[in-house]
């Protein structure tokens, strides 16, 4: 089945201790997101691609920065994690950006825990 | 600014009806989105509605009215696998997803 896969689902790290999160994906789609989700938030946009442009929310710390190697992959890295970030992070992909029904397929999450 | 208003708690019991309400304040519109997410999982994508009316889908409804900036979601026939969030989102007219903060439904036998 297509799908959006995360890893790892947990983790947890030391304040201060760099962190990657992953995403892949089997859809093909041109646009992958990352969001920060806490406990009975909003779901918040981090950045997104499309294709190889990246744009970056104007209020993302700079704290968190992305890479997308390849069309299937893409990371997450927060460089300096402090207890605020701790979250669950979801990425998501969708097969355009500029379109009102544009679905986002998301990957089950990687919570982080920052002691 | 722009806002998405839900409430955020509802109980219900099982086999009945309930309807989760969303006003929303944004810069344009370009559609509405209700997602379904359970608790420690993804979001996943339940209706679509870009023109006013109602929507039905199985068990769930979607509504819409674009004058009053408002949208329900209808479930019928509740079941306890339903006990989750759901959360509006609006496309604005950038084109940027705007997300409600999630109503969590509470299904009680």
């Known amino acids: 089945d297509a799908m959006v896969i995360q890893n790892p689902r947990y983790q947890v790290t030391q304040f201060g201790k760099p962190v990657t999160l992953s995403c892949s994906q089997t859809?093909?789609?041109?646009?992958m997101y990352w969001y920060q989700q806490k406990s009975s938030q909003a779901p918040k946009l981090l950045f997104h691609?499309?294709?190889?442009?990246?744009?970056n929310e104007a209020d993302t710390p700079d704290n968190f920065q992305s890479r997308r190697p390849n069309t299937s992959f893409c990371f997450l890295d927060i460089r300096s994690p402090g207890l605020g970030d701790a979250a669950m992070y979801l990425c998501a992909t969708s097969r355009t950006a500029n379109s009102g029904a544009n679905v986002l397929t998301f990957g089950a999450g990687s919570r982080l825990t920052v002691l | 600014g722009q806002n998405i208003d839900q409430p955020t708690e509802m109980t219900a019991t099982e086999g009945a009806i309930v309807q989760i309400n969303c006003t929303y304040q944004?810069?344009?519109?370009?559609?509405l989105f209700w997602y379904q997410q359970h608790a420690g999982e993804a979001p996943t994508f339940l209706s679509y509605n870009v023109l006013d009316g109602l929507e039905e889908k199985g068990r769930f409804s979607s509504f819409l009215s674009r004058s009053k900036g408002y949208s329900y979601l209808l479930l019928k026939e509740l079941q306890m696998k339903d006990s989750a969030s759901y959360l509006c989102?609006?496309?604005?007219?950038?084109?940027?997803?705007?997300w409600g903060a999630g109503t969590k439904l509470i299904i009680k036998p």
């Open positions: 859809l093909n789609h041109n646009v």
């Open positions: 691609y499309y294709d190889k442009d990246f744009n």
């Open positions: 989102a609006v496309v604005d007219s950038n084109y940027q997803l705007i």
């Open positions: 944004t810069s344009g519109f370009n559609g």
